[in-house]
């Protein structure tokens, strides 16, 4: 039986640690980022095909980082959580693109959100992460007003219906892989920077959607200038940008509260479509973005406590 223990970090990994309001900045960042990425994705899918899209996506972020992390950078890694996180990544961006092929865009940001309690209960369990009683109430909060925005033109219907089964399962099923490199990714030993951490994480994610490049359909597509545009948008700022920023928030904020902070992804996503795409913009995403901001702060103002537990007293996962 083989353990795998938290990296020498006191006070970050396995740690109670204060939540700065910086930190929750940054994941708003993050947020905007990621909720820009199906918008660009769309866009980006009229001229590329979705096989293609997420090897050179993951790929590229991998060569940016393994070019930023310099000396101590490496491709391959050297410890299991970061094989973990890389095929947890790569199977979220493999389920994720043919899952919104499959159903609704309406249903599609109902059901991802899963990796919101997803996240929340493998932070609990592995990292040691307090379940504090503001916690739940700001997550269930900040989901009501995400299931609020998220549910206008979707119908309970929809989420049972035949031909949008197997797409809400894929979706949520991406949505756990999501989560899974989360938690692998702060477990990882930090041996540098953070480029030095992300990129052997990318090459594992990246080599885990290559097999996609040998179906028939990989090469089909018309380029573009718009489709190129925001397909360089999802590569420097849907990927590298935003996975490096929330490797940084990681190092600010617990693993738990990031993936309520994160839950807001909806909203910058319709805030995108009614920008770029011209999606109308209802009185429902200004109510739901109350609502999630309220359950948000309910969560960074509550207080941290006195006693920090060291990475030795983290749970450990056993295999």
Known sequence: MTSFRAGARPGVIGSRIAHPWQGVLL???????????????????????????????????????RALAGKQGRWIPRDAWSWIGGVGLGVDFILYNYGVRLTTAGVAGLVINVEVVATIGLAVWLLGERLTGRRIAGSLVTLAGVLYVASEGASFGDLLAREH??????????????????????????????????????????????PLLILPSALRGTGGFVPTLMFSAL?????????????????????????????????????????????????????????????????????????????????????
């Open 235 to 319: 590569i420097l700022l849907c990927t590298a940008a935003v996975y490096f920023i929330y490797a940084r928030c990681q190092e600010m904020v617990d693993v738990s509260v990031l993936a309520i902070v994160l839950s807001s992804i909806p909203v910058f996503a319709v805030l995108f479509a009614w920008l770029l795409l011209g999606e109308p913009l209802s009185w429902r995403i200004v109510i739901g973005g109350a609502v999630i901001l309220a359950g948000v702060l309910l969560i960074t103002t509550e207080r941290a406590p006195s006693k920090a537990i060291t990475p030795g007293e983290a749970p450990m996962l056993a295999q």
């Open 27 to 65: 994941a708003t960042l993050a947020s905007a980022l990621w909720g820009l990425a199906p918008v660009a994705l769309k866009m980006a899918l009229t001229g590329y095909s979705p096989e293609i899209i997420s090897p050179i996506r993951l790929g590229l972020a991998a060569v940016i980082f």
């Open 165 to 210: 089964v197997l797409g809400n399962l894929l979706i949520m099923l991406a949505g756990i892989a999501w989560s899974v490199f989360a938690v692998a990714q702060r477990r990882v030993p930090r041996r540098g920077n953070l480029f030095v951490l992300l990129a052997p994480i990318f090459s594992v994610a990246a080599l885990t959607t290559v």
